[in-house]
């Protein structure tokens, strides 16, 4: 169990995440579940440059640690994540080379092997929606708002928005909610499809815990192909589908992780997996 959260910070400099200071996030380890919290809330945790930084770093370091078998993504002081830092003063317009940063951190998130869920409480919008939309798993509480806010500040949707969003709704609902730019609920995303789960703000907590307890107990090894063949889904054929299905599961029987399941099964008890 851990927490990384000091005062300063450098995130340019090398060695693990654990020696480098954090500080617009906070991240917690707690029985193989890495929580990441955006912390900014003076800013209802917009993204400045710093912290796309440090978002890029921390995937990739999560992304690295077979002893992190699931990620949380969640915002502190009753916000999620209300989009980039657009305020006076807090940073330049990114220009090409920024947006192709901002593009990494995005695709740094996309490519973490473990399953992630967004724990959404207050608004997310923009790339804060976005960051949502790039996990596995949102739950929301119902006091959440979401977003695609940027044409009311005359900017195009990023951070994957329009490769995501046609994915989990369709091509004309995607541009209802990116070129209009309505703020929606909870009930609302919901039902358009951009949510897994709504529960009370009491219960947020307790229904995000359940299932990253039961992803963090399931087989890393087996979770994370078949995160990357629904991943890859919309861009391969049937054939090239099963192809790859036929590939990963070659891989799954030769793991001690499958060995242990059919053992468990025969034993009628439950398996404990050890990614291997």
Known sequence: MSDTHPESADVSAGGPLAERALRTLRVHRDAGVVTVTL?????????????WDELEVTFRDIGSRSEDRVVVITGAGGAF???ADLSPGAADPPGLAGMRHVGDVCLALHSLPQPTIAKVHGVAAGAGLNLALGCDLIVASTEARFSEIFSRRGLSVDFGGSWVLPRLIGLHRAKQL???????????????GLLNKVVVPEELDAAVADWARRLAEGPPLALAQSKQLLNNSHSVTLAQALDDEGRAQTINFVTEDTTEAIA???EKRQPRFQGR
Do not use: Q
């Open 178 to 192: 990116v070129l209009l730019a309505d703020i929606i609920d909870a009930t609302e995303a919901e039902r358009l």
């Open 264 to 266: 468990a099964f025969l």
């Open 39 to 51: 912390d900014r809330p003076h800013r209802k945790n917009a993204i400045d440059e710093l912290m």
């Open 81 to 83: 994540c209300s989009g």
